[in-house]
């Protein structure tokens, strides 16, 4: 049997069905009604073949049928005939728990749906029971005013940015925001915190490492470094003039779930001086007693 499952929710109704992974949505808002999720669904799946269509309804759905009307949609929703209208059967669920089985791998799970309401279901072994938690009361609010979209654009007003952004954060994002400006905006956090991670390449005095060709030059002339020497030059070179205890670099170099002497540090230190210096270069890597290690080209 191939089955059209429609997912309805406060801002966009998704659709997918048997044999595809492909999804299709259209927008949906406050005042939507079942009429028009048939005109959008009728639209998007003109090519899609279905014997039969699953809908998960924002609302609490008993025996397959809507017993309350939504809360972030129209009105029209208990007695709409859904199987003539799309002219096949038709089962209703609970969006939450439609969402719920799509997700479980057996066991136990309470089911939290974080959209523009709050959704919560709990499968146990296969079974699923809607909670409807969203409206219970918590305070002078309900869960759903908390953790639902209503939570999420709460702090959106200027007082709100500044209070953020005085209070330490390197930025501040209200919602609605579109995906692409967060990871852009991450990443230019990620640029001021460490400038390194934004090129392909490394430099200080006369070294230059080519982080995509994992090549090291001095002066023109290719160093060999062995992979923990590789690493361990790239940590002094992202932060140079920096001192950095043995233990600070055991941490940042092989890992903290790595167990080696703190002495290791400096058989890497020797091999690396050895690799950068030869015979005629000076020695880049200042040791700073009873603290630890720096690149370091400024004399003295």
Same mark, same amino acid.
């Given at each position: $049997?191939?089955? #059209?499952?429609?997912?309805?929710?406060g801002t966009h109704v998704k659709l997918m069905h048997t044999g595809s992974a492909e999804t299709r949505k259209f927008n949906s808002g406050a005042g939507f009604t079942p009429q028009q999720v048939v005109a959008g669904t009728t639209a998007l799946t003109a090519d899609w073949t279905y014997d039969a269509v699953t809908i998960g309804i924002p609302s609490p759905v008993i025996r397959g049928a809507v017993v309350q009307e939504p809360w972030n949609l129209g009105t029209g929703w208990l007695a709409f005939d859904w199987?003539?209208?799309?002219?096949?059967?038709v089962k209703l669920i609970n969006d939450a728990a439609m969402q719920a089985l799509g997700s479980d791998?057996?066991?136990? $799970? #309470?089911?939290?749906?974080?959209?523009?309401?709050l959704g919560t279901a709990l499968v146990d072994e296969g079974?699923?029971?809607?909670? *409807?938690?969203?409206?219970?009361?918590?305070?002078?609010?309900?869960?759903?005013? +908390? +953790?639902?979209?209503?939570?999420?654009?709460?702090r959106g007003e200027e007082g709100d940015r500044v209070r953020g952004l005085d209070a330490g954060a390197d930025d501040y994002v209200s919602k609605p925001f579109s995906p692409t400006e967060l990871v852009a905006r991450i990443r230019a956090v990620l640029r001021?915190?460490?400038?390194?991670?934004?090129? *392909?390449?490394?430099?200080?005095?006369?070294i230059v490492m080519d982080l995509v060709a994992h090549r090291v030059t001095r002066a023109g002339k290719p160093v060999h470094l062995?992979?923990?020497e590789f690493r361990l030059l790239r940590h002094f070179m992202e932060h140079p003039g920096r001192v950095f205890s043995r233990e600070q670099l055991l941490d940042s170099v092989w890992g903290k779930d790595v167990y080696v002497e703190a002495r290791t540090v400096d058989v890497h230190i020797r091999r690396l001086r050895i690799a950068l210096n030869g015979e005629t270069q000076a020695d880049l890597i200042r040791t700073v007693r009873a603290a630890g290690y720096a690149l370091d080209a400024t004399p003295g």
């Open positions: $049997m191939r089955v #059209l499952v429609i997912d309805v929710g199987a003539a209208a799309l002219g096949v059967p791998e057996g066991g136990r $799970m #309470l089911f939290l749906g974080l959209g523009s309401g079974r699923v029971v809607a909670l *409807e938690l969203a409206h219970l009361p918590f305070k002078d609010q309900t869960f759903e005013d +908390l +953790l639902g979209q209503k939570g999420l654009t709460a001021r915190i460490r400038p390194a991670l934004a090129d *392909e390449a490394l430099s200080y005095a006369d062995g992979p923990t």
